[in-house]
């Protein structure tokens, strides 16, 4: 498994903008696909984001314009850069790590963000 270390996250106002960091511990991070997912309370998770090992990126609808997945191989690192926020994107996020055709496996600890004024 890939171990992966999240950073980032806390309170921001309505409209301000955060980027998360997801450290991964992998000499193949280049071959695995890395997502963001959150969970709201009362609320199931949901993927956010994905970045593939050739760079194609997928969004969810509640974020298309105002999030960016990104990544930098060279520093095994995951980002995800977040404007324009709302309360409602309030919640805890994770990142996680796909390798082929496997689920997403691998599981950072979460990071809470706090959208509130």
């Known amino acids: 498994q890939v171990q992966l270390v999240e950073s980032g996250g806390g309170l921001v106002q309505p409209g301000g903008s955060l980027r998360l960091s997801c450290a991964a511990s992998?000499?193949?991070?280049?071959?695995?696909?890395m997502g963001w997912y959150r969970q709201a309370p009362g609320k199931q998770r949901e993927l956010v984001a994905a970045?593939?090992?050739?760079?194609?990126?997928n969004y969810a609808d509640s974020v298309k314009g105002r999030f960016t997945i990104s990544r930098d191989n060279a520093k095994n690192t995951v980002y995800l850069q977040m404007n324009s926020l709302k309360p409602e994107d309030t919640a805890v996020y994770y990142c996680?790590?796909?390798?082929?055709?496997?689920?997403?496996?691998?599981w950072g600890q979460g990071t809470q963000v706090t959208v509130f004024s």
């Open positions: 996680a790590a796909r390798y082929r055709s496997l689920d997403f496996g691998s």
């Open positions: 992998t000499s193949f991070f280049s071959l695995y696909t």
């Open positions: 970045i593939t090992t050739v760079g194609s990126t």
